[in-house]
């Protein structure tokens, strides 16, 4: 069974970046999980191309991941190298102040 999750909102409802409103992050879903390929993260704004996102194993360790960027909206992470477990995957936007941390599996 496939599933999805669906991460919070962000703490501001607007915010100004050099005197432009910019719409912030306010949620994202991650899915599948379990992941055996790729691991894709759908943001409800155009954000994919500003967020940061740091993978860590279970027990912390920083895990470098290949990022790709579908469009404005969607990234694709490759975890068919990872071994199976369960990760950690952090999600920031600097300029929303919006952080979340997601867990997931890779079968």
């Keep these: 069974m496939l599933g999805v ?3 919070g909102y962000s703490q501001s409802d607007e915010v100004s ?23 894709h993260v759908k943001f409800e704004t155009p954000h994919a191309r500003k967020v940061k996102l740091t ?9 470098e991941v290949e990022t790709e960027v579908m469009d404005d ?17 952090a999600i920031r936007d600097q300029e929303s102040n919006y952080r979340t941390t997601i867990k997931f599996l890779k079968r």
Excluded: Q
């Excluded at 910019?22 to 379990?34: D, I, M």
């Design 73 to 89: 909206y969607e990234l694709r992470l490759r975890v068919k190298d990872f071994p199976s477990g369960y990760y950690l995957l």
């Design 55 to 63: 993978m860590h194993s279970i027990i912390g360790s920083i895990v």
């Design 5 to 7: 999750s669906l991460l």
């Design 17 to 39: 970046f050099l005197g432009e409103r910019v719409e912030p992050v306010k949620k994202a879903a991650v899915y599948p999980s379990p992941a055996t390929e790729y691991l």
